[in-house]
C-alpha cells in the first residue's frame, strides 16, 4: 500500500497545501463499496492505508465491529471489495471547510478517483463533507444531486440511487467525535452493516 503526498496547487485558503492521496496496491474492478471520510489528519501517518496503528484505521476497525465484522488490516477491507477515501485531500486549517474548496477538491481530484472503480455499486459518504463533496461529483456528470439537502439523521433512513449507485449519507467514523458521540457511532455501525448486507447480496 502506499500513500502519495503533492503540493496542490489550488487557490484554497482553509485547508493546508499538502495533498495526501491513497494509492493502495488493489484491483480497482474487484472494489464494490467506497467508504469517504472528511479530510486527511494531521499527521500523515494516521492516515489510510498507512499502519495498523494509524488513528484513521483504529477508528474505522472500531466502526467495523460495532457492525459485526472483525477486521485487522486494510487487506481485508480490500478483499471484502471496499476501498477507504478522504472528501478532500489537503488537512484542513480550521474546524470548517467552505463549500468552494470541497467542490474543487471533489471536481478535481474525487471525480477522477473514484472513476476507476467500474463496478462500485455503494458509496458510503461519512460526514458532511462527503455528502457534499458526492453531490458536486455527481451534479457535474449527470446534472443532479444524489443525496437531498438536511440533516444527515433526518435523510439517512431514505434510499438514495442514482445510476446503478446507491449513495448513504453518515456521519464520520475519523476522528476524535467518533468516540463521543455514541448515538452517532450506532448510526455508523447501522450504515456499515448496510454495506455489509449489499456485499453478502452481490
Known amino acids: 500500500m502506499r500513500i502519495n503526498t503533492f503540493t496542490c496547487d489550488c487557490p ?4 493546508n497545501t499538502r495533498m495526501i492521496f491513497p494509492q493502495p496496491d488493489l484491483d480497482p474492478g474487484k472494489i464494490r463499496i467506497v467508504m469517504i471520510s472528511e479530510c486527511p ?5 494516521d492516515f489510510f492505508y498507512g499502519t495498523s496503528n494509524g488513528a484513521f484505521f483504529r477508528t474505522t476497525r472500531m466502526a467495523f465491529s460495532d457492525a459485526g465484522a472483525a477486521i485487522e488490516t486494510y487487506d481485508d477491507l480490500t478483499r471484502m471489495g471496499i476501498y477507504l477515501t478522504t472528501a478532500i485531500k ?3 486549517t480550521g474546524y470548517l471547510v467552505s463549500a ?3 467542490k474543487e477538491c471533489a471536481v478535481r481530484f474525487l471525480k477522477p478517483e473514484l472513476e476507476q472503480f467500474p ?3 455503494m458509496i458510503l459518504c461519512m460526514g458532511d463533507f ?5 453531490n458536486y461529483v455527481y451534479k457535474e456528470k449527470y446534472g443532479q444531486s444524489p443525496i437531498p439537502p438536511g440533516s444527515t439523521y433526518k435523510i439517512r433512513s431514505q434510499e438514495y440511487i442514482q445510476n446503478g449507485i446507491r ?3 453518515s456521519y464520520t467514523h475519523t476522528g476524535d467525535s467518533f468516540n463521543i458521540e455514541k448515538v452517532k457511532r450506532q448510526m455508523i455501525a447501522e450504515d456499515i452493516r448496510t454495506a455489509l448486507a449489499y ?3 452481490h
Do not use: Y
Open 119 to 121: 463496478h462500485v455499486g
Open 41 to 45: 489528519p494531521a499527521e500523515r501517518e
Open 167 to 169: 449513495f448513504l449519507p
Open 130 to 134: 462527503a455528502i457534499k463533496a458526492v
Open 12 to 15: 484554497c485558503t482553509d485547508v
Open 100 to 102: 468552494k474548496t470541497i
Open 199 to 201: 456485499l453478502e447480496s
Open 90 to 92: 489537503c488537512g484542513k
